[in-house]
């Protein structure tokens, strides 16, 4: 049912890992559903190898944060990650809860898939928005 709505967001590959990544179309950064002991969330995961390219991208959407937010249509948390070379921002889901539970599994995804459908359209109109900033400058 997911697959057939919307077939651009997965290849189908299976992991082990407690997330999974899709491409935004740009080198460096990727939308992240990531499944922790806090609750599900929806990621910009900038994950370049270069941590002042991330730091720099994480900067230029947090300078349109009111705009991301307006488009998304709710509050998000912006995670410089310090100390570490990636930064992310973020939706988390307000009911937090262990993903170990089974009997909230339709709930979370209900959650995530609802989310992930409003957030990358919101974070490529921030991008939109930088890249026209961007082109005004050069």
């Not at 992991?15 to 999974?20: C, I, K, L, R």
């Not at 809860?97 to 989310?115: F, N, R, Y």
Request: proline share 7%.
């Amino acid at each position: 049912e997911l697959r057939a709505k919307h077939p651009d967001w997965t290849r189908g590959i299976t992991s082990n890992q407690p997330w999974v990544a899709m491409s935004t179309g740009r080198p460096g950064a990727l939308y992240q559903l990531n499944f922790s002991s806090s609750g599900p969330r929806v990621e910009l995961y900038f994950s370049s190898p270069d941590s002042e390219a991330n730091r720099i991208e994480y900067e230029r959407y947090l300078a349109h944060r009111g705009d991301f937010e307006r488009a998304f249509g709710g509050p998000l948390f912006y995670d410089p990650m310090d100390g570490y070379k990636a930064c992310r921002i973020y939706c988390a889901r307000p009911e937090a809860g262990d993903i170990s539970e089974v009997a909230k599994h339709t709930e979370a995804q209900q959650w995530l898939v609802g989310t992930l459908e409003r957030f990358p359209p919101a974070a490529l109109q921030v991008r939109d928005q930088i890249d026209a900033e961007l082109v005004g400058i050069s």
